[in-house]
T-cell receptor, first 110, second 113 residues
Framework: RKEVEQDPGPFNVPEGATVAFNCTYS??????FFWYRQDCRKEPKLLMS???SGNEDGRFTAQLNRASQYISLLIRDSKLSDSATYLC???????????FGAGTRLAVHP | NAGVTQTPKFRVLKTGQSMTLLCAQD?????MYWYRQDPGMGLRLIHY???????AKGEVPDGYNVSRLKKQNFLLGLESAAPSQTSVYFC????????????FGPGTRLTVL
């Protein structure tokens, strides 16, 4: 079983749609979680951290459910520029080692 | 401030050849990491370093060696390349604070024939 699992997609949505990605993790000791964005053939970049209380950054909302070991990312009012792969990431230990999910691909079309 | 840089950007090797990938960061970060990314598998940690002169194994270390002689540089070596090492290699760095953002280099695309 992978330590961080994501639906690979692709999710094909029209502009303006709301789309949600889900992720599960197996290590209950993981303390911190993140969503990274990766554009085609580029390096991953931090999109947002995920907190138990939930957090929002503009059109993006991230949620963490520790009891279910489940993380989500909601994107509202999708833009063409949101097309990318979204990586669910768990912090592994004190050396800031990260465990990456395989990513969920999003394609937003006109 | 260049952030994290990697050289080379592309490389084609024949089986059995050796090469070194260089990662450099100018952010005075303590921790540095080497990952590989293969289709459908996400990024996997090869080796990492928590400071100058120290290195440790990650999830997939076999076939690779690393060195961190200077704080700003982290080298990844392939002594005898194999086709299974065809991948995209990313270097990353971060500060000491737990959970701090990892900053990635642009990647090196390596093909082993």
């Amino acid at each position: 079983r992978k330590e961080v699992e994501q639906d690979p997609g692709p999710f094909n949505v029209p502009e303006g749609a709301t789309v949600a990605f889900n992720c599960t993790y197996s290590n209950s000791a993981s303390q911190s979680f993140f969503w990274y964005r990766q554009d085609c053939r580029k390096e991953p970049k931090l999109l947002m951290s995920v907190y138990s209380s939930g957090n929002e950054d503009g059109r993006f909302t991230a949620q963490l459910n520790r009891a279910s070991q489940y993380i989500s990312l909601l994107i509202r009012d999708s833009k063409l520029s949101d097309s990318a792969t979204y990586l669910c990431v768990a912090l592994w230990d004190g050396y800031n080692k990260l465990i990456f999910g395989a990513g969920t691909r999003l394609a937003v079309h006109p | 401030n260049a952030g994290v840089t990697q050289t080379p950007k592309f490389r084609v090797l024949k089986t059995g050849q050796s090469m070194t990938l260089l990662c450099a960061q100018d952010m005075n970060h303590e921790y540095m990491y080497w990952y590989r990314q293969d289709p459908g598998m996400g990024l996997r940690l090869i080796h990492y370093s928590v400071g100058e002169g120290t290195t440790a194994k990650g999830e997939v270390p076999d076939g690779y060696n690393v060195s961190r002689l200077k704080k700003q540089n982290f080298l990844l070596g392939l002594e005898s390349a194999a086709p299974s090492q065809t991948s995209v290699y990313f270097c990353a760095s971060t500060r000491l604070e737990s959970g701090d953002t990892q900053y990635f280099g642009p990647g090196t695309r390596l093909t082993v024939l």
